[in-house]
C-alpha cells in the first residue's frame, strides 16, 4: 500500500487538494454519473495525497480499494513505447528505419485515393513509413472507432485490432498489409492502432513475446505485481466493472469484472490492453520523473527518455497544425507529441495551468496521469467510464491541482 506524506512537506496545500474529493463526489460520484475513482497526487518522489470514493462494481455494492485493478486501454501506450526504446538504446534499430525491414509484407503498401472497401485505388507513398511514425502516430494507420473514412470502415468490416477468440498479433499484422494507409507517412499525426504494431516489432526485434519482454523489462523491475494483459483468477475479485454512458445520459455496464472479456486473450495490445492498479501505475510515473530509474533500478537511459518527452511535430506544430480526425486522448491546443508521449508546448494556449514540459496521456475508460519535471508532480486518477471524453477530468484535476501549489 502507498505510504504518504503530508501535502505540506512537499510544498502543497492539503485543503486545496481536499477540493478533489469534494469536486469527484458532489459533481460524479454521488449523482452516480460514474462508478467511483482514486485520485493519486506526489510530489518530489513522495505520494502526498489518495482520495478513493465511490464503487468498483455498483450492482455487486463493492467499495472501491486502493488495490482496484483498471483497464488503463490507450495508458498501455506509453509503456509499449518506452519498452520499443530499450531495444533502441541496445543497437537493435534505428528511428528512421522503415517498418518494413521488420515486416516486409508492408513494402508495398500504397495510400488510399479513390474507393472504398473492398475496391481501393492507391498511390505510392512519398516515402516508406518509419518506426518513428509509428512512436508520433504519424504513419497513416488508423483506428476503426474513427468512423470519418473509407479506411477506418474497412477496419470496422474486418475488425481489425478488434480481440476475438485466436485473433493475434500476427492475424492483425496480415490484415494491415492488404489495406491502404490513410496518407504518406509524415503528413499528419493521426491517432491509430500504430502502437499495436509497435507491440508487434518488441516481439520481432527481442525474440520474446511481448507480455514477457513488458514482464521481464518493466513491471518486474519496478514491482507492478498486478499489470497485465489478463485477469488472473486469483485477482478477479479486485477487478472493477467497466461502464459506458449511453444515449440517454445513463451509466450502463460494459463489461463485469467478475465475467470479463478480459481472460485468455491472445491479442496482446501495446496499444490499450493492459490492466494495472494506481500503485503499479505509481512506479511506472515514477521511474518517468526520476528520469528512468527507481530505487537504483535502471530501465531506460535520461537522455533517452527526455528525447522521448519532447515535442516531434515539425516545426514545434501543435496538434491543432499537425493532427486530423475528431479524436484522440489529449486535447489538442498547445499540445504537442513526442515518442509514446503527448506534451504541454503552451499552457495559455492550452487554457490549463500545467508547466511547459510536462506530459501525459489516457486511456478510454476515462484513466489518466501526467508528469510535470518542473514542478516534480505526478498525477494519476483511475475509473471506469468509456468513452474517455464524457467528462473532461484532466482540465478539472489541473485547475484543482496546480492550485495547490505552494
Given at each position: ?205 527481442s525474440g520474446q513475446s511481448l507480455p514477457d519482454y513488458l ?192
Open positions: 500500500m502507498l505510504q504518504l506524506v503530508t501535502p505540506e512537506s512537499v510544498g502543497l496545500d492539503s485543503g486545496q487538494l481536499a477540493r478533489v474529493t469534494e469536486h469527484l463526489g458532489k459533481r460524479y460520484v454521488g449523482p452516480g454519473k460514474i462508478p467511483g475513482s482514486i485520485t493519486l497526487v506526489a510530489r518530489r518522489g513522495q505520494a502526498c495525497f489518495l482520495d478513493i470514493q465511490g464503487q468498483r462494481d455498483v450492482a455487486r455494492g463493492t467499495p472501491m480499494t486502493e488495490d482496484s485493478i483498471f483497464r488503463i486501454y490507450s495508458m498501455s501506450k506509453p509503456i509499449t513505447s518506452l519498452a520499443l526504446m530499450t531495444l533502441h538504446e541496445r543497437g537493435l534499430f534505428s528511428l528512421d528505419d522503415p517498418v518494413h525491414r521488420f515486416i516486409p509484407a508492408w513494402r508495398n503498401l500504397g495510400v488510399w485515393t479513390a474507393g472504398s472497401y473492398p475496391l481501393f485505388a492507391t498511390a505510392p507513398p512519398k516515402r516508406p513509413m518509419t518506426i518513428r511514425d509509428l512512436l508520433m502516430h504519424t504513419s497513416g494507420l488508423t483506428y476503426d472507432f474513427l468512423r470519418a473514412t473509407n479506411i477506418d470502415y474497412a477496419y470496422r468490416k474486418l475488425q481489425v485490432g478488434n480481440p476475438q477468440p485466436g485473433y493475434t498479433l500476427q492475424h492483425m499484422i496480415d490484415q494491415l498489409a492488404q489495406l491502404p494507409l490513410e496518407f504518406s507517412p509524415g503528413e499528419r499525426w493521426n491517432y491509430s492502432l500504430a502502437t499495436d504494431v509497435l507491440g508487434y516489432l518488441v516481439e520481432v526485434i514482464r521481464a523489462t518493466i513491471f518486474e523491475p519496478l514491482g507492478m505485481v498486478d499489470t497485465s494483459f489478463n485477469i488472473e483468477p486469483d485477482k478477479a475479485v479486485r477487478f472493477a466493472s467497466c461502464y459506458e454512458r449511453n444515449l440517454k445520459k445513463e451509466m450502463v455496464l460494459n463489461d463485469d469484472g467478475q465475467d470479463s472479456r478480459f481472460t485468455n486473450r491472445s491479442f496482446f495490445s501495446g496499444g490499450g490492453g493492459l490492466l494495472s492498479t494506481v500503485g503499479d501505475y505509481y512506479r511506472f510515473c515514477q521511474m518517468l520523473l526520476a528520469g528512468g530509474t527507481v530505487d537504483g533500478v535502471r530501465i531506460i537511459g535520461s537522455r533517452t527518455l527526455d528525447f522521448m518527452t519532447r515535442n516531434h511535430l515539425p516545426g514545434g506544430a501543435d496538434m491543432v497544425e499537425f493532427a486530423t480526425g475528431g479524436f484522440s486522448e489529449s486535447e489538442y491546443a498547445g499540445v504537442g507529441f513526442g515518442l509514446g508521449f503527448a506534451m504541454k508546448v503552451d499552457p495559455v494556449r492550452n487554457g490549463y495551468p500545467g508547466s511547459t514540459g510536462s506530459y501525459f496521456w489516457g486511456g478510454l475508460a476515462s484513466t489518466l496521469f501526467w508528469v510535470d519535471p518542473v514542478e516534480e508532480l505526478v498525477v494519476i486518477f483511475m475509473t471506469q467510464l468509456m468513452p474517455s471524453r464524457t467528462f473532461n477530468f484532466r482540465g478539472q484535476l489541473e485547475n484543482i491541482v496546480y492550485g495547490a501549489l505552494r
